[in-house]
Antibody, heavy 123, light 110 residues
Framework: EVQLVESGGGLVQPGGSLRLSCAAS????????MSWVRQAPGKGLEWVSV???????YYADSVKGRFTISRHNSKNTLYLQMNSLRAEDTAVYYC?????????????????WGQGTLVTVSS | SYVLTQPPSVSVAPGKTARITCGGN??????VHWYQQKPGQAPVLVIY???DRPSGIPERFSGSNSGNTATLTISRVEAGDEADYYC?????????????FGGGTKLTVL
């Protein structure tokens, strides 16, 4: 059974840093594409970052240069290092696995999601 | 970047049909996916590739996509269908591709 369990959220001051973790089970993180999606309180879903199985990383413009996605293969865990945090980064952060279509070579929907971890940036 | 537009809210009586739209420029040329999200819970995929249903999703949920509009249709609506619904596409058209979500539609069952 596939499971994604996030941790590491909490209250942090503006300008501070936080590292989120996503422990995966039921599949191998390093063999898959993995992503972070966030949701500000009362707002919609926003894609944040992705790490490809080959190691390439991409970010939404809103977090580029401040957030870093990575993975630890032996721990089968995904991370999101968040620096220079702003009030507008306050959100529930979800770890999610994008579905990769082997036939078309395209990325599509998110087939598995974690339960989310809340990050609050406030003084 | 690509923009998806959803109505903020849709209301429907139990047993009736709800239609939630998702507008985007030539969205019919893209694959559209739909998620259901209930309060305090993670999103759940209900439709993928425009009209396919994951296992465990009732047949009452269906989807279509053509031109500039994709539509999620929920037939014989039940109280348990009350939730926020989001459409989503993969945007590979820009120089930095990524996933795009619509703003979400709150479905209220009267």
């Amino acid at each position: 059974e596939v499971q994604l369990v996030e941790s590491g959220g909490g209250l942090v001051q503006p300008g501070g840093s936080l590292r989120l973790s996503c422990a995966a089970s039921g599949f191998t993180v390093s063999s898959n594409y993995m992503s972070w999606v966030r949701q500000a309180p009362g707002k919609g879903l926003e894609w944040v970052s992705v790490i490809y199985s080959g190691g390439s990383t991409y970010y939404a413009d809103s977090v580029k240069g401040r957030f870093t996605i990575s993975r630890h293969n032996s721990k089968n865990t995904l991370y999101l290092q968040m620096n220079s945090l702003r009030a507008e980064d306050t959100a529930v952060y979800y770890c999610a696995r994008p579905h990769y279509d082997i036939l078309t070579g395209s990325l599509n929907y998110f087939d598995y999601w974690g339960q989310g971890t809340l990050v609050t940036v406030s003084s | 970047s690509y923009v998806l537009t959803q109505p903020p809210s849709v209301s429907v009586a139990p047993g009736k049909t709800a239609r939630i739209t998702c507008g985007g420029n030539n969205i019919g040329s893209k694959s559209v996916h739909w998620y259901q999200q209930k309060p305090g819970q993670a999103p759940v995929l209900v439709i993928y590739y425009d009209s396919d249903r994951p296992s465990g999703i009732p047949e009452r949920f269906s989807g279509s996509n053509s031109g500039n509009t994709a539509t999620l249709t929920i037939s014989r609506v039940e109280a348990g269908d009350e939730a926020d619904y989001y459409c989503q596409v993969w945007d590979s058209s820009s120089d930095h591709p990524g996933w795009v979500f619509g703003g979400g539609t709150k479905l209220t069952v009267l």
